[in-house]
């Protein structure tokens, strides 16, 4: 729980390294938990990751980035890895993986459920990575 002044913090949270690496993190917030984007940037200001959240936990797209490139990028539903794919520099897919099955949509609904997501919220198309 993000706390602010005495109670939940709604807003965009900025963190600075102190452990070396020269990143800074950006993580929004809603009513003290993390709800929307998180990421991370160089201190020159490159994207090197950012990750999408949604009532704690990871929802949405993920996507990692190096010299500017696009390395990897995936789809979490209610914290659950559904899909993951890696690049080369020169953004050749080199790896697929896909969360297939009823096993895996059962456990994302499930939590969903257990989570109190409505079915919007849950199937947002705004999640779902561009491409």
């Not at 929307?36 to 959240?53: F, P, Q, V």
Request: hydrophobic residues 30%; contains cysteine.
């Amino acid at each position: 729980m993000m706390r602010f002044r005495g109670g939940p913090f709604t807003g965009i949270a900025y963190e600075e390294d102190s452990g070396g690496r020269g990143v800074v993190s950006e993580v929004a917030y809603v009513d003290g938990v993390q709800d929307g984007w998180s990421r991370d940037r160089t201190m020159s200001g490159e994207l090197i990751g950012e990750s999408k959240y949604r009532k704690g936990v990871a929802h949405g797209p993920s996507r990692r980035y190096e010299s500017g490139c696009l390395v990897q990028e995936a789809l979490y539903r209610c914290g659950h890895l559904m899909e993951e794919r890696r690049y080369e520099a020169n953004g050749v897919v080199t790896n697929v993986a896909i969360a297939e099955g009823s096993e895996a949509h059962s456990r994302v609904r499930r939590d969903a459920s257990r989570m109190g997501w409505s079915r919007e919220q849950f199937e947002s198309a705004e999640d779902y990575p561009v491409g």
